[in-house]
């Protein structure tokens, strides 16, 4: 009990004394030692790391799942170290009403069956979004949050650790200061006191011995606290110098998740193209609103990612006098397409890649586009996109 006692004192006079210590810089009354520039650039690296992480966990997990109320019972059961009940996300609740509805309109009439062929496909891209997310997690969030929660847990506390030894270091210093001025001038007035009594005639170095042999204490309180703290830099920073390859750790994980996106995405343009392809089978009747009038209801519209703003410099074909050739007889020509283009309005043309259509010149159109026709379909094409065939 005596020892524990004391551990206890002990420890609360070296609370007090950091408390000291760390009230009087703030106050400007005591010198602070300061970090080297390299071990402050890594403090700096580090917190910029933590702050930014747990920004891009955060926006994620909002990606994965838009719902707080949903993201909280996930939570909650993840602190409870639960499972999280299976529930059905909103494509396959959209799935299942199609389906349903499709089945009550009669799987044998246009409408129903084409309700159950948009439920079936709404369930796989729920299906895939579920695929998303859990790979997302494990490979994506859950290293972002064991930095978190581990790695920069560590650092913190040794971090802390480094504080507390810099405070003793310095309160090391101010005491033993404190302790030269005040045995100096009580040594002082004691050596001149015996001067005058014993008329005894001391060096200077002799002098500074004794004063030096008045505090050893001190001095030795201020080397132990100095390789403590040294000690203690060197493993803050080595801890530190790790976020290089914490940083490398998350590349890789970055490199998951954008895997995972694309293989969701390319999954989701695969089942709704072979969506389209199947609607597209049924009568012109039922085709869609938004096709332009005489078009095809079997044709297929695929998105690409040519921006419209750029267009592709001209095939060196185009500068040969085809062009002025078509533009004088009003005649047509077979026309090779070069790229993807979408159709901006209803008066132009979608066309793929390699395809072949037939292109002519109107009278007071504008020089940079030609009439397009692929079957019944026309509208207006950029050149740029063409190469005439002879």
């Not at 066309?351 to 504008?366: A, G, K, N, Q, R």
Request: charged residues 25%; contains cysteine; aromatic residues 8%.
């Amino acid at each position: 009990m005596e020892f524990n006692v004391r551990r206890l004192a002990a420890d609360a006079g070296t609370f007090l004394s950091r408390a000291v210590q760390f009230t009087e810089e703030k106050f400007g009354q005591a010198e602070k030692t300061e970090l080297d520039a390299h071990l402050e650039t890594l403090l700096s690296r580090t917190e910029s790391t933590k702050h930014w992480t747990e920004k891009i966990m955060k926006q994620t997990e909002v990606l994965l799942q838009p719902n707080p109320n949903v993201r909280m019972e996930e939570f909650l059961y993840e602190m409870l170290d639960k499972k999280v009940p299976m529930r059905a996300n909103n494509h396959e609740l959209l799935g299942e009403c199609m389906i349903d509805s499709g089945h009550e309109f009669g799987p044998g009439t246009a409408y129903g069956s084409a309700l159950i062929k948009c439920g079936e496909t709404e369930k796989l891209l729920g299906s895939a979004e579920k695929e998303f997310i859990q790979s997302s997690a494990i490979n994506f969030l859950t290293p972002f949050r064991n930095f978190i929660e581990g790695d920069f847990k560590t650092i913190s506390k040794e971090r802390k650790l480094l504080q507390n030894k810099r405070l003793d270091l310095d309160a090391a210093k101010n005491r033993l200061k404190k302790a030269r001025v005040a045995d100096a001038r009580s040594y002082v007035h004691m050596i001149l006191s015996l001067l005058m009594e014993l008329y005894v005639h001391v060096s200077h170095s002799v002098f500074f011995l004794c004063i030096c042999l008045c505090f050893p204490q001190a001095e030795t309180e201020l080397r132990i606290a100095q390789s403590e703290f040294d000690r203690q830099a060197e493993i803050t920073r080595l801890l530190l110098e790790g976020i290089s390859s914490t940083h490398a750790h998350h590349l890789r994980c970055l490199n998951d998740f954008v895997y995972a996106q694309a293989t969701y995405y390319a999954q989701c343009y695969q089942y709704m193209v072979n969506l389209q392809k199947q609607l597209g089978s049924f009568p012109s009747t039922f085709s869609n609103n938004n096709q332009p009038a005489g078009s095809s209801s079997a044709s297929i519209w695929v998105p690409t990612a040519q921006p419209a703003a750029s267009l592709p410099a001209p095939p060196p074909s185009q500068a040969s006098p085809a062009l002025n050739e078509l533009r004088s007889t009003s005649g047509t020509r077979k026309a090779r397409v070069l790229y993807d283009y979408d159709a901006a309005s209803s008066s132009e043309l979608s066309l793929l890649s390699d395809e072949v259509i037939t292109v002519s010149s109107v009278p007071d159109m504008d020089s940079d586009w030609l009439m397009g026709q692929r079957g019944n379909q026309k509208g207006k094409v950029p050149i740029t996109y063409l190469e005439l065939l002879n």
